[in-house]
């Protein structure tokens, strides 16, 4: 009996190409959950991932509505949004509407920045947010959802009555 027959096949039995693919997948395997290498995403080192509270500023400017106020309240839940990737939800630990200013001459020519007495009339209000979730921390800094969290990126924020973007200006890690 011949170990290969003329149509490329073992002991007339099983193709070598069936052979090869068993193999390439055998050997795929091995190394992702064998050796999975220094890779700290690896799928072998899922089981001890540490996660801690992350506190992120945020600052929405020219959040268009009407009663801004009533859409967003300390100590609410909203849905956090980063890169088009779903987060889930964070606690909206602190809210501050901040007063526009506008430059107004003064008579010895210097200028100041004072209230603007229009702050009430517009419909756009400039707010400082901080949002505390949980993450896990890399050498790369913080990350919510399988994504970095950096000063200047932006995240989107969806409530029940809203969904707008704001501009990551801190994070910091809580410990």
């Known amino acids: 009996m011949k170990i290969l027959d003329?149509?490329?096949r073992l002991f007339g039995k099983v193709s070598i190409l069936d052979v090869g693919a068993v193999l390439i997948i055998f050997m795929v395997l091995l190394g992702i959950f064998v050796f999975p290498g220094t890779n700290k995403n690896s799928v072998a080192q899922v089981g001890n991932i540490v996660t801690k509270p992350v506190e992120v500023d945020a600052i929405v400017l020219g959040l268009k509505g009407r009663y801004p106020e009533?859409?967003?309240?300390?100590?609410?839940?909203t849905q956090l949004i980063i890169r088009n990737q779903p987060y889930g939800e964070v606690d909206l630990k602190s809210v501050e509407f901040l007063t526009r200013k506008v430059a107004v001459p003064q008579p010895d020519g210097t200028?100041?920045?004072l209230p603007d007495p229009r702050d009430k009339e517009i419909f756009s209000r400039n707010v400082l947010l901080t949002l505390e979730g949980k993450g896990r921390v890399t050498d790369d800094g913080p990350v919510l959802g399988n994504i970095k969290v950096?000063?200047?990126m932006t995240i989107e924020l969806e409530g029940r009555d809203y969904n707008f973007n704001a501009s990551v200006i801190d994070v910091r890690v809580q410990d």
């Open 150 to 152: 950096k000063i200047g």
């Open 111 to 113: 200028v100041k920045a």
């Open 6 to 8: 003329s149509q490329g």
């Open 70 to 77: 009533k859409l967003l309240k300390e100590g609410e839940k």
